[in-house]
């Protein structure tokens, strides 16, 4: 059993890690779920949420918006749509993209389109504050 | 024969226009290099994307989605890219008549073809021998274009599709190969037809799924179809700076050549005008003696 795991992560723009960790911990679409090296094939669509990943005994944290993981041998592929590394992560528009949201919620009627839109949009800006937090 | 101050003229004029190749070429050269990188880096996620669903589909049914499920020869979608702007060679030739002869060949084999152009060149090109099949026109979307533009045309076509109005969807662009070589693609969108499948079955490999197969696959399909529109989108874009890029080139080259032989016409006027006024002179001297 191989005592690393081979993480690489790719969005549409580029190729955003490729790395040797230890474990990591992602937002599976049935709940958060953990992956050490040696764990079966798995194929899993992903949510909005942070994967966190440790190398090292130093962890990183990526916000990652809609995509999927899967696991085979002891590779670990993620595709998503964007991700962002803690570090990379732009604390101002994100706090300016929730209080827009924020806004929008209350202004609009629950059955509105737009509103499971916000929403969304919420949602991710929540999780990019959240990781900006933690120390990349 | 021309006097010399037209032949100045001429001159003056071709170097103005080689000054413009120049910078256009400059330009494309620049905006290359951008384009390149975007083309490139979208390949790795399109790769990636068509492993994960040929290992799917292996083990999937062929109509076990909508999106898989051949369903005959109804009605069809050719989607053309092009370029907006001209100046770039046979850049927008070569893909429009392609699609021309993609649908002409086909007009048969489909009940009714219809054409989804992006880029005003190819409307432009078209629209006097097809127009009555162009349903949409997309236009400044390849300059600078990101996934969420992609992401829309592609949710497009798949409701299209789910919605049965098209039963066969189709690419046709111009992949990028190099700065000088573009190669004019055409691919099937829809039905997805994933890569073969392997004879040998080791390399199948049992996943666990996540919340089930069948959603996985529902979501992983729609996906597909926007990543090949996204990598179109791309492809086309670097293609196209590249094809800018080598027709002002050779532009300019061309021009410099014709400086070249204007001088040298200019230069043998000049000498016949001397070697004139030269004999002028002697025979007036001579007829004074």
Known sequence: ????????????????????????????????????????????????GELSYKKDSEQFHVAVNWGYLEVEGDTVTVLVDTAEK??????????????????????????DKKYRIMEAALQRALIRIQVAGKKG | MPSLKDIKKRIGSVKNTQQITKAMKMVAAAKLRRAQEAAVSARPYAEKLQAVLSNLAKREEADAHPLLSQRGTGRALVVLMTADRGLCGGFNGNVSKAAERFIRANEQ????????IIGRKGRDFLKSRLGDKIIKVYENITADANYKTAALIGQEIVNNYTNEKYDAVYVVYNAFQSAIVQNVTLEQVLPIQPAE???????????????????????????????????????????????????MDSASRNASEMIGKLTLQYNRARQAAITKELMEIISGSESIK
């Open chain 1, 1 to 48: 059993m191989a005592e690393k795991l081979k993480l690489e992560m790719v969005t549409p723009y580029k190729r955003l890690l490729s790395e040797e960790v230890d474990e990591l911990t992602a937002p599976g679409f049935v709940g958060e779920l953990g992956i050490l090296p040696g764990h079966t094939p798995l194929l899993t669509t992903l949510k909005v």
């Open chain 2, 197 to 247: 499948a392997v004879a040998a079955d080791e390399s199948v490999i049992d996943y666990l799924y996540e919340p089930n197969r069948g959603q996985v696959l529902a979501e992983i399909l729609p996906k597909m179809v926007e990543v090949q529109i996204f990598r179109a989108l791309v492809e086309s874009n670097a293609s196209e700076q590249g094809a800018r890029m080598s027709s």
């Open chain 1, 86 to 111: 803690s570090d990379e992560i732009d604390l101002a528009r994100a706090r300016a993209a929730m209080d827009r949201a924020e806004d929008a919620l209350k202004a609009l009627p629950q059955e």
């Open chain 2, 109 to 116: 084999g489909f009940d009714e073809i219809d054409l989804m």
